[in-house]
Nanobody
Framework: VQLQASGGGLVQAGGSLRLSCLAS????????MYWFRQAPGKEREFVGA????????TYADSGKGRFTISRDNAKNTVYLQMNSLKPEDTAVYYC???????????????????WGQGTLVTVSS
């Protein structure tokens, strides 16, 4: 599967952005999808994940209550809706895909083989 993230940009603190990750190839609905982010000088960190059907989601504490992950399997797309953005949310955001047989989100980025190219989100104060 090939992934392409988009939707990043510059936004003021308190604003919102919706990121998209478009997957090419077949069987998108068999992949759990993940969002990670990497700020300058920092390691890539887990943001959240969604199961194949969209019925299960999990989030890092940093995004709980502000971020929502959803997916549209008919469009081969997963979304990351980010509200109440903070300057500390500034990072390159990446999507990743995993075809493991069970949805047991692993927050270590090294676990995943399929990545999008990243989209930059900058939140100004």
């Amino acid at each position: 599967v090939q992934l392409q993230a988009s939707g990043g940009g510059l936004v003021q603190a308190g604003g919102s952005l919706r990121l998209s990750c478009l997957a090419s190839g077949r069987f998108f609905s068999t992949y759990a999808m993940y969002w990670f982010r990497q700020a300058p000088g920092k390691e890539r960190e887990f943001v959240g994940a969604i199961s194949w059907s969209g019925g299960s989601t999990t989030y890092a504490d940093s995004g709980k209550g502000r971020f929502t992950i959803s997916r549209d399997n008919a469009k081969n797309t997963v979304y990351l809706q980010m509200n109440s953005l903070k300057p500390e949310d500034t990072a390159v955001y990446y999507c990743a895909a995993d075809q493991a047989p069970t949805f047991l989100p692993d927050r270590r980025s090294a676990r995943y083989d399929y990545w999008g190219q990243g989209t930059l989100v900058t939140v100004s104060s």
